[in-house]
């Protein structure tokens, strides 16, 4: 964690957010192969206890809509386990855009996203960190379902 990332957190000590070891465990079973549904059973208890981490674009961050706050890009909802993935998402795209604005980042607990989504008719997108072949989580809103996938462009 970033000493930034660090003092975000000590400011705002009501944020359930994962553990480093928590995240440490998702970001195994995200780079495994094959997952059994022991390791699913990891993941889905993970994200329904934790509070995920997001940000409200600023109106300089071209390509994304807002969706009941959360940010919505290439008709996906963005969301991430942690601060940090979620801080380099924001400077990546405030470095490719050549816009550096400052955007309020929220804390959402898993199951809103889920809700938002579905009343949306979007996906949401979980732990891009927009580089080819990089794994990330899909949480497929019609399907009810989180899947495992590959990034087959870079969303950067």
Known sequence: M???SEEFIADKPELNIATKEE??????KLGKSHRKESDWEVIKDIFQKRDFITFIPSKKMKGFKIVE???CEFGYLIAFSNIDD???YIDEKQYRLKSRSYVQIISVPFMDICDIADRND???LIDANGGINSKCFIYAHREERLRAVIMAENIF
Not at 23 to 28: E, N, Q, R, T, Y
Request: aromatic fraction near 0%; hydrophobic fraction near 40%.
């Open 2 to 4: 970033t000493k930034e």
């Open 23 to 28: 995240v440490s465990l998702i970001k195994i």
């Open 69 to 71: 706050e959360l940010p």
């Open 86 to 88: 979620c801080t380099q």
């Open 122 to 124: 979007v996906d949401v």
